[in-house]
């Protein structure tokens, strides 16, 4: 499987009219069907990326996301996610960073970045950046980056961090929490046969941004 099958993205659009048990459990058939072609395009993508990074997971079924929705702490009480998601870490302490994907009508996308750093590592990514931007400035605004993903996203404080210059030079990357680079596709692209290929050139792209952050992230000693 080398592509999104529509059928896919029919299953979640019913799901999406009829999120409940009741219909999910009647359809469970189509669903774990649906399931499967997803987890072989995710199998697939994983041993092309393995031609030029290390992968912290064993298959694209291992990879994905439950579609059960934690409904503990929201106010939507929708059990199910309308979306096929998952993703995996690199593998080793040297190699840093995360892939991710999302598959649904009108929002698919592929990403890779740090999601939620730990207050110590999230600590040393502001003091390189406080100490010197320039890197990952360059990096950011490389045009093979530029090109692929725009800009670096991810959550954001409304101001400078506390025990930085409010003033910092740096200060717009020193408010982000999460550093995240995606890059969205169309219904078209994921249906395209050779969808597996172009999420894998994309991910190709975020070698630089992971390579710099790695070497920030890797403490000596």
Request: proline share 5%; glycine share 8%.
């Amino acid at each position: 499987m080398t592509h999104i099958v529509p059928a896919s993205f029919e299953f979640l659009k019913k799901l999406k009219k009829n999120n409940n048990r009741e219909w999910f459990n009647a359809h469970k058939d189509i669903y774990q069907r649906e399931l499967l072609s997803v987890e072989q395009l995710v199998d697939v993508i994983i041993g092309k990326l393995r031609k030029f990074d290390r992968i912290d997971v064993p298959s694209g079924k291992k990879a994905m996301m439950r579609i059960y929705r934690d409904i503990r702490f929201s106010s939507d009480k929708s059990p199910y996610k309308t979306y096929w998601g998952g993703g995996f870490q690199r593998e080793g302490k040297q190699l840093r960073g995360g892939y991710y994907f999302q598959f649904a009508p009108g929002a698919s996308f592929v990403a890779g970045g740090f999601w939620g750093p730990v207050p110590h590592d999230l600590k040393l990514i502001r003091d390189e950046f406080a100490f010197d931007d320039k890197p990952i400035r360059k990096i950011l605004s490389s045009q093979k980056i530029v090109n692929e993903f725009g800009t670096l996203t991810g959550e954001q404080l409304k101001t400078v961090p506390r025990g930085y210059d409010k003033d910092h030079p740096a200060a717009d990357l020193l408010r982000y929490k999460q550093f995240i680079l995606q890059r969205n596709f169309t219904d078209k692209e994921i249906f395209s046969k050779d969808f597996a290929e172009k999420a894998v050139l994309t991910m190709r792209c975020f070698k630089p941004f992971f390579d710099y952050m790695s070497e920030v992230l890797t403490v000596p000693g």
